[in-house]
């Protein structure tokens, strides 16, 4: 039990934080909801569909693309509803976590912004105006968002606020702040290794990509083994130090090797996608060096965050 601190110690943001849990609540539930809608774009594009053309199905970039939009509805609604809860009823670990989200996003967020970009505008039929509104909140919840979350978050009253409400001390406030981000960027990782399965199991080995069987094999071991050093890293366990930089490290350095070797078009054969796809992703100007810089910076930040979180681990 700690100390309930006094009203007059501190500016009350019970308000505040109840108008972000309801908000928070109501952006849970609707964007699960898009979920279940999201699969009608399945029906969509297989045949007989509007949209349906040879070639679509497991393996095919556009169900990728749905498949992995769904995955993010989902995921998003199941931080965003029990962060609400926790913020409605002024629980102490949602400011932990809200914290904890906001430094993880300052570390996957760009790729992230840039990837819904691309999906948004490639594949929406939006008017201009809409889209120009799209590009703006899509690159303010980037480079204002973080900012806002960890200053008010991270500030006295809110922290107070917190604690008047709820005295009871939770396991997460006793575990630092590095760990936390570090450990939910290897459960972040760890969904998006299952979002590569759907595009032909791409992996990265150093010098080139390994696809298909070989590379979901690859894939479903990194799995594995970032859930368990996930397990271990929440924990504190030196081993869990140890295991993440080094199979970290050796993953970032393949994937940035990797990247460097292979060219676009090459990429875009091994991926195998449909030709009336291949004709549409054939005319994007990236080079290997462009998707080096996007996927390999989160992951190198993370390999850093690792490294020096070294004194944290028993």
């Not at 989902?74 to 400011?95: D, E, F, K, Q, T």
């Not at 990265?204 to 890293?233: E, K, R, S």
């Not at 490290?249 to 070797?261: P, R």
């Amino acid at each position: 039990m700690t100390e309930i601190p006094k009203t007059s110690d501190y500016k009350d943001r019970s308000r505040s934080l109840t108008g972000i849990g309801a908000m928070l609540l109501l952006g849970g539930v609707a964007v699960g909801l898009l979920g279940p809608l999201e699969m009608y774009c399945f029906y969509l594009f297989s045949a007989g569909g509007r949209f349906a053309y040879e070639g679509f199905g497991f393996g095919s970039f556009m169900f990728g693309n749905i498949a992995a939009q769904i995955a993010g509805y989902y995921l998003i609604a199941s931080v965003l509803v029990p962060l609400g809860y926790g913020h409605v009823n002024r629980l102490r670990w949602a400011r932990v976590l809200s914290l904890t989200l906001a430094w993880t996003w300052l570390v996957i967020g760009a790729p992230i912004v840039l990837l819904v970009g691309f999906i948004l505008l490639g594949s929406k039929e939006l008017a201009l105006p809409v889209a120009l509104a799209a590009i703006i909140l899509l690159a303010m919840s980037y480079l204002v968002l973080p900012g806002i979350v960890i200053r008010f978050y991270g500030g006295t009253n809110v922290r107070r606020t917190f604690e008047a409400r709820d005295s009871k001390t939770y396991s997460i406030e006793a575990i630092p702040q590095p760990v936390l981000v570090l450990t939910a960027l290897l459960l972040f990782f760890t969904v998006m290794m299952h979002l590569l399965i759907l595009f032909n199991g791409i992996y990265p080995v150093f010098g080139g990509f390994l696809y298909g069987l070989p590379g979901i094999v690859l894939l479903d071991i990194t799995i594995g083994c970032l859930l368990f050093l996930a397990w271990g890293t929440i924990r504190r366990r030196r081993w869990a130090w140890w295991g993440t930089t080094i199979l970290w490290g050796v993953f970032t350095l393949s994937l940035i090797f990797a990247w460097g070797n292979t060219g676009y078009p090459e990429l875009l054969s091994g991926l195998a996608f449909p030709a009336r796809e291949l004709d549409m992703l054939d005319g994007i100007p990236l080079q290997g060096f462009h998707l080096a810089i996007l996927t390999g910076s989160p992951c190198l930040i993370t390999w850093v965050l690792a490294a020096s979180a070294k004194r944290f681990f028993r």
